[in-house]
C-alpha cells in the first residue's frame, strides 16, 4: 500500500525551529518528486515546498524563503521540512505529497499531515 | 490572494451539473501548465481528482471531468450526489514564481 506518514509537528515558540519528516512506504520512492503543503484550519492549500525526484531542484513559496529547507534521504524513503524562524502565521496542518512525476506536476498522494502549533 | 482564482462556493441539487471555474495568467495555465483538480471531503486530506486538465486516475467515477482553454479550466461534476458535497482546488505550476501555485478552494454544496 502506497503511504506517507508525517511526524514531527508539535508546540514551538515562535523564532524557534522544527524538523518534520514524512517516512515514504510502498513505492519507489526516488522515482518521485515530493512536495509540502500546509493548511490553516477552515483555510485552503497552500504550497509550501518541492523537491525532485534527484533534488536537483527545489522550490518555496515565497512566504517561506529564507526560513524553511527542504531535503530527502532517498535510502531512507523520507522527506524533510527544516522550519526556523518560525512565525504564527506559520501555525498549520502540515502535509506531505508525492508527485506524479519527477519534476512538479501534480499530487497523487497525501499523507493524513502533521499539526505545527506556534505560540508562546 | 490565491494566484488561481476560483469562486468561494457553488451549489447544485441531486442529480443536476455543476462546474467550477479556475482562472489563471500567462505564467501559469496560459503558460500550457496542466491544471490538477483535488477534492477534499471534512476532516480528510486533499484527492486527486483530475491531472493533466481531463485525465481521471483510477476509481475516480467518470461523473467528474476537466477542461481548459486559454488562461481558465474548469470542473464539471454530472449526476451530483450527496457524498460530492466537499471543497474543490484547481492546481498549476507557476513559471514566474518557479512553483506550485493552488486555487482558494471552492466549496461544494449539494442542495
Known amino acids: 500500500e502506497v503511504q506517507l506518514v508525517e511526524s514531527g509537528g508539535g508546540l514551538v515558540q515562535p523564532g524557534r525551529s522544527l524538523r518534520l519528516s514524512c517516512a515514504a512506504s510502498g513505492f519507489t520512492f526516488d522515482d518521485y518528486a515530493m512536495h509540502w503543503v500546509r493548511q490553516v484550519p477552515g483555510k485552503g492549500l497552500e504550497w509550501v515546498s518541492g523537491?525532485?525526484?534527484?533534488?536537483?531542484?527545489?522550490g518555496y513559496a515565497d512566504f517561506v524563503k529564507g526560513r524553511f529547507t527542504i531535503s530527502r534521504d532517498n535510502a531512507k524513503n523520507s522527506l524533510y521540512l527544516q522550519m526556523s524562524s518560525l512565525r504564527a502565521e506559520d501555525m498549520a496542518l502540515y502535509y506531505c505529497?508525492?508527485?506524479?512525476?519527477?519534476?512538479?506536476?501534480?499530487?497523487?498522494?497525501w499523507g493524513k499531515g502533521t499539526t505545527v502549533t506556534v505560540s508562546s | 490572494q490565491s494566484v488561481l482564482t476560483q469562486p468561494p462556493s457553488v451549489s447544485g441539487a441531486p442529480g443536476r451539473r455543476v462546474t467550477i471555474s479556475c482562472t489563471g495568467s500567462?505564467?501559469?495555465?496560459?503558460?500550457?501548465?496542466?491544471v490538477h483538480w483535488y477534492q477534499q471531503l471534512p476532516g480528510t486530506a486533499p484527492k486527486l481528482l483530475i491531472y493533466g486538465n481531463s485525465n481521471r486516475p483510477s476509481g475516480v467515477p467518470d461523473r467528474f471531468s476537466g477542461s481548459k482553454s486559454g488562461t481558465s479550466a474548469s470542473l464539471a461534476i454530472t449526476g451530483l450526489q450527496a457524498e460530492d458535497e466537499a471543497e474543490y482546488y484547481c492546481q498549476s505550476y507557476d513559471s514566474s514564481l518557479s512553483g506550485v501555485v493552488f486555487g482558494g478552494g471552492t466549496k461544494l454544496t449539494v442542495l
Open positions: 500567462s505564467s501559469n495555465i496560459g503558460a500550457d501548465s496542466d
Open positions: 505529497a508525492k508527485d506524479f512525476g519527477q519534476q512538479f506536476y501534480s499530487m497523487d498522494v
Open positions: 523537491i525532485t525526484w534527484n533534488s536537483g531542484t527545489v
